[in-house]
């Protein structure tokens, strides 16, 4: 898809494909006018037997939707997969937007034919404060423990099943989602939690990672999740080497059923074939304030499974953290420096010999006044690279972790060359 018309010449942002029931598959997607106007427009494959559609024809018809009245001519895009509606059996799709008091919401259109479009009087939600919805998503998961599956984005709401409203905020750059029920007979939406709303609680991912969309595949009975990173390269930097960005590895969405609050994510099983021969270490007794080299040798790609297990009685003996009122916070800590009772433990990957340049991903459990513990996992960049140019954070969130559960991480990495050590954290 390339800018070779006055409605999107300004730039082909982002869209969604559907594939309708009789197998004709349709695009949606935004383009930037000549005066930098938002509009929606129509594009099908141009040749439907090329399994990969690699090119497309856009409709005589576009622009098919242009800014409503009361939406900002630059604040309507990325309009989301359909979805058929059992109330009335025609399509529902829905688009990002703000209002002038700043809120973000979610617009909703009625269409038949993809051609013609009403706007629906109602939204399908809105939260205060949370500035323009970019990439909304909006699709159904199975809360059945034995499901296992992802859901087609029609299947209708009833027993067993909700739907999660994903958006990407513009405001911090992060992509949110919540997880509640969908309405078919006002076409509105409600979160199970309004405290973890949509923008103010969870995210798909605490790193590089924006702009995501899901797609769900009939074959694999999956949904699967992609994301774009934005790096965290210096624009001159970007320029030196020719390119700037890529797309995450794709995931499976799945709700975690044992939680009921949360999604579960995982990289695709195709991953998996790209794994040539591999090592294990096992019984690794990793002292506080220790660093224990692998012997993994040089790769270019690398896929690492670690599990971690905390020495009985340790957990009780831990300290309790610093107050209720300041609680640990990955974004807000001294990263893999801060060492407290129960942390930070995990591994040290993209690192020299000296490390010297070292990216730490590990976890750090903290005893609360109520003595429960909480889990965070988080990675540390502030030694990532000797460069200057680059943006340095450390990143990460509070997970869940069960009773009976084992600390466990998978780690992907794509690189020129490295080593991998272990970190053990703690008072010495």
């Known amino acids: 898809m390339v800018p070779d018309h006055w409605y999107d010449i ?18 949606l997607y935004t383009g930037s006018t000549e005066d930098g106007a938002q509009v929606q427009l129509l594009a099908e494959p141009a040749d439907p037997s090329d399994p990969l559609l690699r090119r497309w024809a856009k409709s005589e018809a576009n622009p098919v939707l242009v800014p409503p009245p009361g939406i900002g001519l630059t604040d309507f895009r990325d309009p989301t997969t359909a979805w058929l509606n059992p109330a009335d059996k025609a399509w529902r799709i829905t688009i990002g ?10 617009l909703v259109y009625r269409t038949e034919d ?35 599956v992802g859901l087609d984005t029609s299947t209708a709401p009833g027993a ?11 405001d911090d750059r992060n992509d949110y989602y919540a997880i509640g029920t969908y309405d078919p007979a006002t076409d509105r939406w409600a979160p199970d939690d309004a405290a973890i709303d949509v923008g103010i609680g969870l995210r798909y991912d605490y790193g590089k990672f924006y702009a995501s969309k899901t797609f769900y595949d009939p074959v694999g009975r999956r949904r699967v999740l992609w994301g774009w990173i934005g790096e965290s390269d210096s ?36 991953v998996e074939n790209l794994r040539m021969r591999g090592k294990r270490f096992d019984g690794l ?12 040798g040089r ?7 670690a599990v971690f297990q905390v020495q009985a009685g340790a957990a009780a003996a831990g300290g309790v953290a610093a107050g209720a009122e300041a609680p640990y916070n990955c974004s807000a800590s001294a990263g893999a420096a801060g060492r407290g009772s129960l942390g930070p433990f995990g591994l040290l990957v993209l690192a020299d010999d000296g490390l010297s340049e070292q990216t730490a991903v590990y976890f750090y459990l903290v005893k ?12 540390d960049a502030f030694r990532s690279s000797k460069a200057n140019d680059l943006v340095k954070a450390v990143y990460g969130s509070l997970v869940p972790v069960l009773d009976g559960e084992d600390l466990s991480v998978r780690i992907l990495l794509i690189i020129p060359s490295w080593r991998a050590l272990l970190r053990a954290g703690g008072h010495a």
Request: hydrophobic share 40%.
């Open 10 to 27: 300004n730039g082909v942002w982002t869209g969604s494909a559907t594939q309708l029931p009789d197998g004709r598959i349709v695009m």
């Open 160 to 170: 067993g099943v909700k739907h999660v409203l994903k958006t990407s905020l513009d």
């Open 235 to 270: 624009e001159r930097a970007d320029i030196l080497k020719g390119w700037a960005s890529l797309q995450s590895i794709p995931r499976t969405v799945l709700m975690d059923t044992k939680t009921g609050s949360n999604l579960l994510q995982w990289p695709v099983v195709e």
């Open 299 to 305: 790769a270019t790609q690398l896929d690492i499974e």
């Open 114 to 148: 993809f051609l013609h479009y009403d706007l629906l009087p109602t939204l399908l939600h809105v939260v205060q404060g949370t500035g323009m919805w970019e990439c909304v998503d909006f699709y159904p998961v199975s809360t059945e423990p034995a499901a296992g």
């Open 285 to 296: 007794d990793l002292q506080p304030g220790s660093v224990v080299p692998l012997g993994v």
């Open 97 to 106: 937007s703000k209002n002038q008091e700043h809120a973000g919401l979610a």
């Open 368 to 379: 609360g006044a109520d003595g429960k513990l909480s889990t965070h996992f988080c990675q």
